[in-house]
């Protein structure tokens, strides 16, 4: 009597301004895979290495990359790995037995302190476009484990450690805070490791397939303690005024009034009181003048370091605008802070009127205007 065997493929859906403020430098502006014991209720009896139809359904939101892996034999098995969304199930059938297949994964996840080290000191300097075409960009895996600009036998993983615990020539510059000591033990781990790469991402397992005439489990899960990506850079958004809302008051005197125009410059003209410091920060770096912000309350704070060492904090209010009337000695830093992230004005300033530099298309060397990091 012959023998049929019905083959088939697992199917996974695949899911400055010199001397004002700002210029180029002044950007405020696991568990392994899931691991599957299917009850199959085991088919007729196979010659093992012949493979058993498998279609894998289910939907997910994310994409789903497949662990590798295979078992068979009689009756059929199941392979570890296989990408499958949670919620996923197989149906098998044929005389045969189950595998469970599919590559390593393709995401490059960092390990989420470095991550965030990354996100809240480097990309200020260090982003989709850096300040100078002699920096590298600092935001992801690759990035990483790329060769250094500065010396091409080290990775930018290697030299960043190395300014990271320079004394003399630290990273982040000042008026940046230094990383912890976590965040550099959790780096030195990252190298000495030998970079590695999770498995999967977070809230993603596998399925393998099932055997003949049972059903393939889902995974849920995959690596744990993985960062959730690079930030994205307010200053790479499209020019729109993320409020919907604009100052519609005119010139009608009020600390709300005319956000992202040019405050002391205005006020020079005899109306209004004078400041010391002044300006609008917002949430992306193109917004138009007048354009209420939506971070004045959410906890933004624009920390001016004068060059006496004193330091002066500042609170927007609802639509952004900060004021000071206090004396600043010049040449003063400057930097936001939001959500434990630093945005760091590095070029030394004399100017207080910020709006002046920072508009929304930025001028005298200014990027956009002054956002949130």
Request: with cysteine; charged share 10%.
């Amino acid at each position: 009597m012959k023998k049929f065997y019905i083959a088939g493929a697992i199917l996974i859906p695949l899911v400055g301004c010199t001397g004002v403020v700002g210029d180029e430098s002044s950007v405020f502006g696991t568990d392994p895979n899931g691991l599957f014991d299917p009850t199959g209720a085991g088919g007729t009896t196979a010659n093992p290495g012949s493979s058993g139809s498998a279609t894998v359904t289910g939907t997910a939101g994310s994409t789903v990359v497949a662990g590798s892996g295979s078992n068979t034999g009689p009756g059929g098995g199941v392979g570890m790995g296989g990408g499958a969304p949670v919620g996923g199930s197989a149906t098998v059938g044929g005389n045969s037995s189950g595998s469970g297949s599919g590559g390593a994964c393709t995401l490059d996840v960092l390990p989420a302190t470095v991550q965030n080290m990354l996100n809240s000191r480097c990309a200020t300097c260090h982003g989709t476009v850096p300040l100078a075409t002699t920096l590298p960009t600092l935001l992801s895996y690759a990035d990483l484990i790329a060769p250094a600009k500065s010396d091409p036998s080290k990775t930018n993983a290697v030299v960043s450690l190395a300014r990271l615990q320079n004394a003399t020539m630290p990273m982040p510059p000042s008026p940046g805070a230094p990383a912890s000591a976590s965040e550099i033990s959790a780096l030195q781990d990252f190298i000495s490791q030998g970079y590695p790469k999770p498995s999967c991402p977070v809230g993603m397992g596998g399925a393998g397939g099932g055997s003949s005439g049972g059903s393939a489990g889902a995974g849920m899960g995959g690596n744990t303690g993985m960062g959730g990506g690079p930030s994205n850079d307010p200053l790479m958004a499209d020019p729109i005024c993320t409020s919907k809302t604009n100052w519609t008051n005119g010139n009608r005197g009020s600390s709300s009034m005319n956000p992202g125009m040019a405050c002391i410059s205005c006020h020079k003209s005899g109306e209004g009181p004078s400041f010391s410091i002044a300006g609008t920060v917002y949430p992306t770096g193109h917004e138009p003048d007048k354009c209420n912000s939506t971070v004045g309350n959410a906890g933004a704070r624009i920390v001016i370091i004068g060059a006496d060492g004193k330091t002066l904090t500042l609170t927007p209010n609802g639509v952004g605008n900060f004021t000071s009337n206090t004396a600043v000695k010049t040449p003063y830093q400057a930097k936001v802070t939001y959500q434990g992230r630093e945005r760091l004005m590095l070029t030394a300033q004399t100017s207080g009127d910020c709006n002046s530099c920072h508009t929304a298309n930025g001028t005298m060397m200014a990027p956009g205007r002054i956002t949130v990091p």
